[in-house]
């Protein structure tokens, strides 16, 4: 990030937060495909981590060999039961200390707001016992809006939020719901 003369403001508070975080499953919004370099670039040494993608990524000879080397989950997203049995079993395999990324969107957001979640981080943190730890990049798509390739300089914050309890008492949906009000708040606040 610095040799694109991109900062990237996380609160030492929140990255001590991080350097102690276990037994999570972190969500970010995905606004720009400098969501996931910005992440690995505030994330403490201490917090162990890794990203799902989504298996067309891992075709391409290159990725693929780069992808399974940096241990990311493949998912294939035809089969809905296939991709959470796979990131079920992976997140059940992690040590503690270890988080996978998801993108709750599923896909980088068109909109000026956060776009619409899928259930999938909510169903893995319910079957494993995981809380999840919601992170809000802001201002990335500022920087490199789809479609262009070379980002401008500047400046992209990060929040990371309190782990979030997923309430078996409620529907799945009422759990995504919620995840994405607390998550909303922040962005909209930004």
Avoid: Y
């Avoid at 991109?6 to 975080?21: C, E, G, K, M």
């Avoid at 995905?30 to 989504?54: C, E, N, Y």
């Avoid at 401008?152 to 995840?179: H, K, M, Q, W, Y």
Wanted: include cysteine; hydrophobic fraction near 45%; charge should be positive.
């Amino acid at each position: 990030m610095w040799l694109l003369s991109i900062r990237v403001h996380l609160a030492p508070s929140q990255r001590d937060a991080l350097a102690t975080d276990t037994g999570s499953i972190i969500v970010i919004n995905h606004r720009s495909h400098l969501d996931g370099f910005t992440l690995m670039d505030v994330i403490p040494d201490q917090k162990w981590f890794t990203f799902a993608a989504k298996k067309e990524l891992f075709d391409a000879r290159l990725l693929r060999t780069g992808f399974t080397g940096a241990g990311l989950v493949e998912i294939d997203r035809r089969s809905g039961k296939i991709a959470m049995d796979t990131l079920r079993q992976a997140v059940e395999e992690m040590p503690d200390r270890r988080s996978v990324v998801l993108f709750p969107e599923g896909t980088r957001t068109k909109t000026e707001s956060l776009g619409a979640f899928k259930a999938g981080a909510v169903v893995v943190a319910r079957e494993t016992g995981r809380s999840i730890r919601p992170i809000v990049i802001l201002d990335s798509d500022r920087l490199l809006p789809k479609g262009k390739f070379v980002p401008a300089s500047g400046t992209i914050r990060i929040e990371v939020l309190p782990a979030f309890r997923c309430d078996p008492s409620v529907s799945v949906d009422e759990d995504v719901s919620r995840l994405r009000a607390k998550m909303m708040a922040v962005f909209d606040a930004g």
